[in-house]
């Protein structure tokens, strides 16, 4: 039953819960109309069978007063009497009857021969009711009634029915008069009368179904199933939707790991930039602070240089002091060429700092281009970096080249000065104009060296500052990176969340989708779903 009723279409759900109330109404007005009707049309009979009797009854009086008014005699009157009541006639085919019979009970007037002039206190009907018996019984006890019983057919003898019949006494003759109903024929005409509203009513009610129908066919069903199936193609096109942002989602989200993780490399890289960068600048502090020290080294060399031309004036006097003074000045700018050395040893490890800072620079311009819009500023401070290292390779390049000829010049005075020794401890025949041209050769040498070892000073200023200025990019660079690094994780939980809010729609749609189905099957029932 449950299935059945889910297989119905909306239209004729809804038809059902209108006509079916309608329906049952309607049955039991027209069962209750029935019985009203079959009462009034059967006590309107009793009241006509009653008025024919009290016709017949008021025959009866006429006859008895013109009886007491001599005009018959009583034999006479009765004779005329019983010739009117057999010619009455009544009823839709003029084939009902009044009879008369008297107390004992004898049947005086009846259309039977096998009744009429003959004793019927005997006579019982089909149901063994005596019935004139009771009659008399009636009428004696209330002078007049009702009484049913059973009694043939009109239209088949064999055919036994319900009767009701009126009896009146006329107590001057001590006559009974009396006429009846057949039952049938009440209900006959009633079934006939209710046959033709039933047909009507079913013809009402076909015509109000159809057009009960039409309008919920135009009205509701087609505006349903057309919004029914606007939703259908909406919950289609979300799901797909959802869809195409969950599986977008979803790559973003791999990406933006991808990406996190290419980050967390990078960071690390310019961590070690970082790192190089700082110990770059330590280096270079420690260049400047040998290029200052041997400034002050070649300060004094020079001011040994002044006392040495100072001691060649006497260098005569004494060639022990001569000796004693160019030693000294030997073993002073042995120091210095020590200290150059250590310089030149610091600036190889400058240049190898300069190029693991522009290999690390490269590496992160690679990484700011994986990185794509978002690592263009990064991009750009790494290509900085790049240009700060070439500029503090390119000096340190110079430092070497002024540190090689520093170091050629002073091997060649040491060497200058060992041949002089040399030639002053084999000869001291050498006159004191050579010692002092020397001596200025040397003083020469040694302005030159200063002037080198300023400019030395210089770049190593210089890397310095550049080295503080690497450090500084470096730490915008590693700020960039890191906010980058907040962005992109930023940027993977709004994936995951758009991943999450993708498949919460695509459920929603799923259900949107099941509603539409639901409205479908009740609109149209399950099998046009």
Same mark, same amino acid.
């Given at each position: 039953?449950?299935?059945?009723?889910?297989?119905?279409?909306?239209? #004729?759900?809804?038809?059902?819960?209108?006509?079916?109330?309608?329906?049952?109404?309607?049955?039991?007005?027209?069962?209750?109309?029935?019985?009203?009707?079959?009462?009034? $049309?059967?006590?309107?009979?009793?009241?006509?069978?009653?008025?024919?009797?009290?016709?017949?009854?008021?025959?009866?009086?006429?006859?008895?007063?013109?009886?007491?008014?001599?005009?018959?005699?009583?034999?006479?009157?009765?004779?005329? /009497?019983?010739?009117?009541?057999?010619?009455?006639?009544?009823?839709?085919?003029?084939?009902?009857?009044?009879?008369?019979?008297?107390?004992?009970?004898?049947?005086?007037?009846?259309?039977?021969?096998?009744?009429?002039?003959?004793?019927?206190?005997?006579?019982?009907?089909?149901?063994?009711?005596?019935?004139?018996?009771?009659?008399?019984?009636?009428?004696?006890?209330?002078?007049?009634?009702?009484?049913?019983?059973?009694?043939?057919?009109?239209?088949?003898?064999?055919?036994?029915?319900?009767?009701?019949?009126?009896?009146?006494?006329?107590?001057?003759?001590?006559?009974?008069? &009396? #006429?009846?109903?057949?039952?049938?024929?009440?209900?006959?005409?009633?079934?006939?009368?209710?046959?033709?509203?039933?047909?009507?009513?079913?013809?009402?009610?076909?015509?109000?179904?159809?057009?009960?129908?039409?309008?919920?066919?135009?009205?509701?069903?087609?505006?349903?199933?057309?919004?029914?199936?606007?939703?259908?193609?909406?919950?289609?096109?979300?799901?797909?939707?959802?869809?195409? /942002?969950?599986?977008?989602?979803?790559?973003?989200?791999?990406? #933006?790991?991808?990406?996190?993780?290419? $980050?967390?490399?990078?960071?690390?890289?310019?961590?070690?930039?970082?790192?190089?960068?700082?110990?770059?600048?330590?280096?270079?502090?420690?260049?400047?602070?040998?290029?200052?020290?041997?400034?002050?080294?070649?300060?004094? &060399?020079?001011?040994?240089?002044?006392?040495?031309?100072?001691?060649?004036?006497?260098?005569?006097?004494?060639?022990?002091?001569?000796?004693?003074?160019?030693?000294?000045?030997?073993?002073?700018?042995?120091?210095?060429?020590?200290?150059?050395?250590?310089?030149?040893?610091?600036?190889?490890?400058?240049?190898?700092?300069?190029?693991?800072?522009?290999?690390?620079?490269?590496?992160?311009?690679? %990484?700011?281009?994986?990185?794509?819009?978002?690592?263009?500023?990064?991009?750009?401070?790494?290509?900085?970096?790049?240009?700060?290292?070439?500029?503090?390779?390119?000096?340190?390049? %110079?430092?070497?080249?002024?540190?090689?000829?520093?170091?050629?010049?002073?091997?060649?005075?040491?060497?200058?000065?060992?041949?002089?020794?040399? %030639?002053?401890?084999?000869?001291?025949?050498?006159?004191?104009?050579?010692?002092?041209?020397?001596?200025?050769?040397?003083?020469?040498?040694?302005?030159?060296?200063?002037?080198?070892?300023?400019?030395?000073?210089?770049?190593? #200023?210089?890397?310095?500052?550049?080295?503080?200025?690497? /450090?500084?990019?470096?730490?915008?660079?590693?700020?960039?990176?890191?906010?980058?690094?907040?962005?992109?994780?930023?940027?993977?939980?709004?994936?995951?969340?758009?991943?999450?809010?993708?498949?919460?729609?695509? &459920?929603?749609?799923?259900? $949107?989708?099941?509603?539409?189905?639901?409205?479908?099957?009740?609109?149209? &029932?399950?099998?046009?779903?």
């Amino acid at each position: 039953m449950k299935a059945l009723v889910k297989s119905l279409s909306l239209n #004729t759900k809804i038809i059902l819960m209108a006509l079916i109330p309608f329906v049952i109404f309607t049955s039991i007005f027209i069962a209750y109309s029935y019985s009203s009707t079959k009462s009034a $049309l059967l006590q309107e009979k009793k009241n006509q069978i009653e008025d024919v009797t009290k016709t017949a009854y008021h025959f009866l009086e006429s006859m008895n007063e013109k009886v007491e008014a001599g005009e018959y005699t009583l034999k006479e009157a009765k004779e005329i /009497t019983k010739h009117y009541i057999a010619s009455i006639r009544y009823g839709r085919d003029m084939d009902d009857y009044v009879w008369i019979n008297d107390l004992e009970p004898r049947m005086i007037v009846h259309p039977s021969d096998g009744l009429r002039g003959k004793s019927v206190k005997t006579f019982v009907d089909k149901a063994g009711k005596p019935l004139f018996n009771d009659v008399v019984a009636l009428v004696k006890k209330q002078d007049k009634g009702f009484v049913n019983y059973i009694w043939n057919s009109k239209a088949d003898s064999n055919v036994f029915v319900e009767k009701y019949s009126y009896v009146e006494l006329f107590k001057p003759w001590g006559w009974v008069l &009396g #006429t009846g109903i057949y039952v049938d024929d009440v209900n006959d005409y009633i079934f006939s009368v209710f046959l033709n509203q039933a047909m009507f009513g079913f013809i009402g009610l076909i015509v109000i179904g159809a057009l009960f129908a039409f309008v919920l066919k135009t009205s509701v069903s087609n505006p349903l199933l057309t919004m029914a199936n606007q939703l259908k193609e909406t919950s289609l096109q979300v799901a797909n939707g959802s869809k195409v /942002t969950y599986n977008t989602s979803t790559q973003l989200s791999a990406a #933006t790991n991808e990406q996190a993780a290419s $980050l967390q490399e990078t960071v690390a890289s310019v961590d070690e930039i970082s790192s190089m960068i700082r110990r770059n600048t330590e280096f270079a502090e420690d260049s400047k602070k040998s290029g200052e020290q041997s400034e002050y080294e070649v300060q004094n &060399g020079k001011r040994t240089i002044d006392e040495m031309l100072y001691a060649i004036e006497n260098i005569s006097n004494s060639n022990t002091d001569a000796m004693k003074k160019m030693e000294s000045s030997n073993n002073q700018v042995q120091e210095i060429l020590n200290i150059i050395k250590e310089i030149e040893d610091k600036t190889k490890v400058i240049n190898d700092i300069v190029f693991q800072t522009k290999l690390l620079s490269f590496n992160a311009s690679v %990484e700011a281009a994986r990185s794509g819009e978002s690592g263009k500023g990064f991009a750009v401070v790494a290509e900085e970096i790049g240009s700060l290292a070439s500029m503090s390779g390119a000096a340190s390049d %110079e430092i070497k080249v002024l540190i090689d000829e520093s170091i050629k010049n002073v091997e060649a005075i040491v060497s200058g000065t060992t041949a002089m020794v040399n %030639e002053v401890i084999q000869s001291s025949s050498k006159t004191v104009d050579a010692g002092r041209q020397k001596a200025g050769q040397c003083k020469e040498v040694l302005d030159k060296i200063v002037f080198n070892v300023q400019n030395v000073n210089g770049k190593i #200023t210089e890397i310095a500052s550049a080295c503080n200025e690497q /450090t500084q990019g470096v730490n915008e660079i590693t700020n960039a990176i890191r906010l980058i690094d907040e962005t992109t994780i930023q940027n993977n939980n709004s994936a995951q969340e758009a991943s999450r809010s993708a498949a919460n729609l695509k &459920g929603q749609a799923d259900n $949107l989708d099941d509603i539409v189905k639901l409205v479908i099957d009740l609109v149209g &029932g399950d099998k046009a779903a």
